[in-house]
């Protein structure tokens, strides 16, 4: 069986808008709404378990009311920390495969959710990356700095995607800072990860200038 943990229980600090971005609408719709849409319409049977704020449950209820918003799901509280909200969510989660998802990336499309889905039956840990395509220079003590070869690194998306089983091993440990995301916790725990490409309009609306790309991704 297919579950998709949506990680929403984060504040938006970056944002710096009162409702936290996940709540936000961007072309008449919320963020989390589409982001939702987009699992469900890749596998109308998914479990969808969706990580919220408990401060924020209501608020949720009456946007889903508002909305006629009909595409099952089950919520979890948030935790302090991304780490701990996909902990709690993990909880919940059956056998088979498990993507882990940011609420506030609402654009990822369904041939790259295909992708990871098919890839992570062959690699059990699977996550979608892109090319640096600026420069990249490495800070090295105040005012100081030196250029690094970008051709070594990726930026890092989601949704990343993993056996159950190996997750709910790898998650079975104490919080680290080093833990940005659920590939660093895998990795942690011994297992190698596997990258497939990413897809540069797949955002992570964090602040307001990605509002207005999210606006011009949609038209
Ligand atoms: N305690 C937390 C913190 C973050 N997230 C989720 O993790 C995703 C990526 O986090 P980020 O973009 O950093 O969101 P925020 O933590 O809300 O933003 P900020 O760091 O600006 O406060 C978001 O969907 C966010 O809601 C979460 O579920 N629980
Ligand atoms: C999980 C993630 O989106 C991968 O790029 C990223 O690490 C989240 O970082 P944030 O600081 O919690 O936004």
């Not at 909305?67 to 799901?73: A, E, L, R």
Request: proline fraction near 3%; aromatic fraction near 8%.
């Amino acid at each position: 069986m297919n579950n998709v943990i949506i990680v929403a229980g984060g504040k938006g600090l970056r944002m710096g808008n009162d409702l936290p971005k996940q709540f936000m609408v961007v072309g008449g719709k919320p963020v989390l709404m589409r982001t939702i849409e987009s699992f469900h319409n890749f596998d109308k049977s998914i479990r969808i378990i969706i990580a919220l704020a408990k401060d924020y449950r209501e608020h949720w209820s009456s946007l889903c009311k508002g909305y006629g918003f009909t595409v099952p799901h089950e919520v979890v509280d948030g935790g302090e920390t991304r780490f701990h909200s996909v902990k709690n969510a993990l909880d919940l989660v059956g056998d088979g495969l498990v993507a882990v998802h940011d609420a506030v990336r609402p654009f990822a499309s369904n041939e790259l959710l295909h992708m990871c889905f098919a890839s992570v039956k062959v690699h059990q840990a699977v996550i979608p990356v892109i090319d640096v395509t600026d420069s990249l220079r490495e800070i090295t003590d105040e005012n100081e700095s030196k250029i690094v070869d970008r051709s070594k690194f990726r930026l890092v998306q989601t949704p990343q995607v993993f056996e159950t089983k190996l997750l709910k091993q790898a998650y079975d440990v104490e919080f680290s800072d080093i833990f940005t995301d659920d590939a660093s916790v895998v990795e942690a725990f011994g297992h190698k990860i596997y990258l497939v490409e990413g897809e540069k309009t797949n955002i992570k609306i964090t602040t307001p200038f990605d509002l207005q790309l999210a606006k011009v991704i949609l038209n």
